[in-house]
């Protein structure tokens, strides 16, 4: 059974920076993409960014290109978001995901979510 869990979130002014993290438990096979969504309050969740684990090639929302960064610790399973420079409008619940295939794919596994609020 696979489980995507989140952490760091938080509240903080504009212009500050976050780090986001998700572990990954259980096993999956072709786990080739992995990535982070966000649903703002009222608005449909939305793709921000995605990384391929064979060769880390990255795909970033042009919203938040320049400003946030994908990786990974491969050994122990966790993916980052590091996000710098936040806005009022980068506020949301942000979700790591791990697609069925590349990162065009739908997704097969969610996180439960964790807040980012910048005011």
């Known amino acids: 059974h696979v489980q995507l869990v989140e952490s760091g979130g938080g509240s903080l002014q504009p212009g500050g920076s976050l780090t986001l993290s998700c572990v990954a438990s259980g096993y999956t096979a072709n786990r080739r993409c992995m990535g982070w969504f966000r649903q703002a309050p009222g608005q449909k969740r939305e793709a921000v960014a995605a990384?391929?684990?064979?060769?880390?090639?990255?795909f970033y929302a042009d919203s938040v290109k320049g400003r946030f960064t994908i990786s990974r610790d491969k050994g122990q399973k966790i993916l980052y978001l590091q996000m710098n420079n936040l806005q009022g409008e980068d506020t949301a619940v942000y979700f790591c995901?791990?697609?069925?295939?590349?990162?065009?794919?739908?997704?097969?596994?969610w996180g439960q979510g964790t807040q980012v609020t910048v005011s």
């Open positions: 990384l391929y684990t064979a060769g880390d090639s990255t």
């Open positions: 995901s791990e697609h069925t295939g590349d990162c065009d794919s739908p997704i097969r596994y």
